[in-house]
């Protein structure tokens, strides 16, 4: 058999962990050759491809990043992709890819798939709000990296007596700041499931104050947003020329509650730190599981599905099915942690 | 309510996690009183135990080991404690008692309980080998500090073009091997599930040493052992007053090995690094929900049951059904791995 | 004896691990007793202490921020603290202060030695700005911090395509930029020492890019500035309200490179995340022998000095002399660094 | 210029980042060439070689172990040699030697410098014990290793109320136990330099069990041993085969404290996980900077010596100084641990 693999969207930690399993699998178990695409889809579209044995991928398994390099796709490209898919996989003598990515990457991938290419999907993203898995790689680096950086946040604010608004990772769902601000502790976290009342926070803040804890550390999704009409502040400054700058919801609620309170309130955007670099343990687990379960569909002929994660078992599920909604915070998980608003 | 608390058993990251989160829960919600028994059962019986508020947990969520301190239970205390169970609730005047930790620890929790004592158990051991819970804390902690371990041994064992045996916990189950040994890719994995035969391990040696990779890292559970027969060392080692030193499997396999294939072959056994000190984000944030949930059951008076993992959700089970089988690795899983003797 | 402790200014990991070292010192070898004035010269001025047993100091070593807390001093209240200093020392019945602190505490420390009272000084900052030391506690884990969070940048910058500016600390000296950026292998630094000109940066990154490395990490101190009329963007972005934000200099020089690359290029704030938490082994002991040696000069009447790092050795050396002038980047140390603009 | 380089000896974290440190200092700056030697002086003397360009150390900066190899000089080949070694430098058409490496490393260098090759030294070794040089690099990551080992495996004594022997890397010198054994608050110290009865060991723990603190760690250097006839334990055992078995001194006094004490007292060897992996961020500059200004003496003509850190400068000193004698921790810095025994 030969299979072909691309990861595509951003960086995430595990990455090359599958691509690892994947070859090793495929490689030493079953005699496949395996190419990899470069840059995603566009490597795909432009024939850019290398061959990938067990040499190649010594020594990545806890490295950050893509061994094949990323990129973002552009639609009208893949319309494209999809009129040729039969043909491409003929170019290239590939009998199935395996896309590993996230949201954009599998409806891309099911839509290669209706168009004739087999695929099998790996899922794959940080903020885990693709459904039909209960977790994704890169997601538990994502949460270790923020809450290790709320920990040492927490020391300073202590001893400075300062409230510190930290801005994680999460645009359309809160589960990095759900976890992270559980982790480490946070007073108040605001997620992009459940609009929050800046009021609330300064209520919180100021009830910690009367008990004579004088700070407060905040956890806020950057996708999460004020109930309307409860915040002065919103997204924009003006630069010198002009120009608009964007300014996240972690930088705006810092300002808005430094106005209230009347005390100091820093905002503190972790970004992309929180995207990069090794990978933990259980990063990688899934990775090299994800991996193995592809190159088993692959010859199993399952197409048209992706691995999912559902309890302790890695099974495979349609790319239909997990790619039609995102999966969001549910309340009863926000009643556990308490402090979110 | 009046909620009593211990730990029992060994240390494990996470234990403070789950006292901080059962005060928060049961204080700030319900208004609860809470009191911890000192050094486990041990505590219960002498009636040693103090109250616990608010600013008594502050501060513990990411501290390894556990502010009540832990003792082992002896079984004769425990039949003891069975036929007072009633009274000393009485005495003591909880509503309910929570007990934190492994088999042992469920077991009398479960023996308490059938004699009349209110009882929410919370499972715990960094072994992962509690049936009826997808995951414990503390296993998550256990895991990363071996796979960190044997990726500092890995360059290590490359430059100095050595064979390296790794011993990690896990007596009768195998998951820290399992999961770390994949996630830092050691070349052989050995669990308590599956008898290995030391030949199989030097073949793969002699494999990879033809390849020209001149090292090679195993991966070994402490309670994994080799097929009847097929090992030549055993645990035994003799000190210089003639008094028999055990010797656990990774110093008997490196001996094996060192015999066998003419090679240096060093043990290296990571004993109890693996169960102390600060728990992961993951770890925390499982011991926190656990706290929680346990809090609500007592408050629902849902007795005699502990919380588990079941895929995403945190659910109650039967304190008979979590401590009947010990959840070992299943086949299935081994393969996934690959390396697996 | 009878000694006071205090700690001022900002947070910075290490100062726990100098009191407990006092503590152990002055109380396990000189009988001596130990109090801790609250909130540093605030807590002097007060009258607020407690005394400092060994219990007190069990467990703080590897623990940030400050048992005692800290706060910035008033310049008024110094003058007052200064005309009372004998009083006070009598009042509180100490034979000796030891202030633990930045420049301002050690320049009030002076001041109070002059005035009278028996002071030995304990230097503290993140930034290793302290002249007459070669390194202060609290620097290596903000360099390692910054390091580590470069680390995890680099890999998003290179599957990105994207170039990164990541902000340090550092208002006037450059030490943290230039060890973290060695450290972290970063393409670029700015330093407060020497003026750099956007157009080198541009052209550097353009170099980079032209040789099909299409990523670059640029690390700024924040006290960096360009040669004058140099760079387009200041510091002022005008908020909703018509209020001047103040903007970093690795946010307008990120917005800079933007608009003369005409590529993305994203700023990066690592703010206080440097400076709380967990103190590197470097940092621990270095702090240690700092406390050791204070109790020595304390007992010697070596008053009006502060400890000092020489090569290998801890000194004292007065504190007229640490605080004059401070200890910025030489020339020499940015030729070796090759990335200094 | 054409410049070799080779890394010789033992595995210690920064090897990768003098290497790259040559290369980019030769390269970018002099236009020089550089060819890396494979598997230390063996790559020399059989002429295995690769030239090194930015590419090949492109992302090595913060990978432990070495990309060239290494391995342990034999003698006689040495002698050989050094009787050929201007023809060597002949032959490989290099101007200048840069080897990197311990002791032994060093010596061998200055035989070939003194047979007439011209040589540069960069000095390694986690052990810190090369006189000339104020530290070197491996040593932070080793401490911080064995640091961090410590700190997790205190809350484990402690929870379990135990003893615990904590064995560190330290053949004839002890200072990473010193300096690690102070960084985790170790209760006691046992070093190279100093015979230690293991009465005043047995006599501590007494008195912290005294005290009410029920446990201990002790931190041994894997060189120190006890003051003649103190101690009945020593290093043999034997294995079923009749062999002796080697048995270090931490197992050895964890015996021993068992024995006297009439309590568990647990060995943990931490072995090689010290000398392997990334380096420390103050690692990663110390090695950068001694590959600087190893390159600049190489262009000076500066031949017969080696990089040293004085203070806060990069020096450089005669290979004769360096190797004569081992640099070992004095009695000052004993006394400002006062845990040694």
Sequence with gaps: MRIGVLTAGGDCPGLNAVIRSVVHRAVTTFGDEVIGFEDGYAGLL???????DLNDVGGILA?????LGSSRLQRDRLRE????AQDMAREFGIDVLIPIGGEGTLTAARMLSDAGLPV????KTIDNDISSTDRTFGFDTAVGVATEAMDRLKTTAESHQRVMVVEVMGRHAGWIALESGMAAGAHGICLPERPFDPADVVAMVEERF?????FAVICVAEG??????????????????GHERFQGIGTALAYELERRLGKEAKPV???HVQRGGTPTAYDRVLATRFGWHAVEAAHRGDFGRMTALRGT?????PLAEAVTELKTVPKDRMDEAESVF
Tied chains: 1, 2, 3, 4.
């Design 63 to 67: 490295l950050g990043g893509t061994i």
């Design 224 to 241: 999460a947003h004020p109930v309307e009409g409860s915040m002065d502040y919103g997204h924009g400054a003006i630069d010198q020329f």
């Design 46 to 52: 432009d024939g850019r491809y290398r061959t990938l």
């Design 81 to 84: 992709a999809c009129e040729n």
């Design 210 to 214: 009367a008990r004579g804890k004088k």
């Design 269 to 271: 955007i972790l970004g």
């Design 120 to 123: 099998v999907g790996v899922p």
């Design 313 to 317: 078992d890695v099974l495979m599920v």
